[in-house]
């Protein structure tokens, strides 16, 4: 068993906080050799304001 993790994943909406946490995840996996994987996390989007491809745009 591996002492530090061996991947790492980071997900983020783009506030303040998720940057700090962003900023320490590199450093970490930097450090450590693990890979970062990274997931952003948007505002929700009503599908009435979505176009799809059936709707003209």
Same mark, same amino acid.
């Given at each position: 068993?591996?002492?530090?993790?061996?991947?790492? !994943? !980071?997900?983020?909406?783009?506030?303040?906080?998720?940057?700090?946490?962003?900023?320490?995840?590199?450093?970490?996996?930097?450090?450590?050799?693990?890979? !970062?994987?990274?997931?952003?996390?948007?505002?929700?989007?009503?599908?009435?304001?979505? !176009?799809?491809?059936?709707?003209?745009?």
């Amino acid at each position: 068993m591996a002492l530090f993790p061996t991947r790492i !994943l !980071l997900a983020t909406d783009g506030s303040p906080d998720a940057a700090l946490a962003a900023r320490s995840a590199v450093e970490l996996s930097g450090n450590t050799g693990s890979e !970062l994987h990274v997931v952003h996390v948007g505002e929700f989007l009503p599908t009435y304001f979505a !176009l799809t491809e059936a709707e003209p745009a």
